[in-house]
């Protein structure tokens, strides 16, 4: 059994920065893909970001420029460090990994609000 457990949510004003962490613990023999997606209120899960296990990263054109996804391999950690937020940012982030042999796990979700 695995888990994700997210961290590093909260209330921050906009231009303000966030920096969200995501712990995947258990019985891991590896991790390929590690994302995070957001839901804002009344509106459907979408893309962040995402890393592989070799660094690669991809991003929604939203967030370009602005965060910036990295992983601990070592750690089996993944963070999302957020600047420049807007209020449009305002979301339930939430993070994923795709756990070789186990398959694709979802984090409980972290709620991050930016006041305008």
């Known amino acids: 059994q695995v888990q994700l457990v997210e961290s590093g949510g909260g209330l921050v004003q906009a231009g303000g920065s966030l920096r969200l962490s995501c712990a995947a613990s258990?019985?891991?023999?590896?991790?390929?893909?590690m994302g995070w997606y957001r839901q804002p209120p009344g509106k459907q899960r979408d893309l962040v970001a995402t890393?592989?296990?070799?660094?690669?990263?991809n991003y929604a054109d939203s967030v370009k420029g602005r965060f910036t996804i990295s992983r601990d391999n070592a750690k089996n950690t993944v963070y999302l460090q957020m600047n420049s937020l807007k209020p449009e940012d305002t979301a339930v982030y939430y993070c994923?990994?795709?756990?070789?042999?186990?398959?694709?796990?979802w984090g409980q979700g972290t709620q991050v609000t930016v006041s305008s």
């Open positions: 258990g019985t891991i023999f590896s991790i390929n893909n």
């Open positions: 890393i592989n296990r070799g660094g690669s990263t």
């Open positions: 994923a990994a795709a756990f070789l042999y186990i398959g694709d796990r």
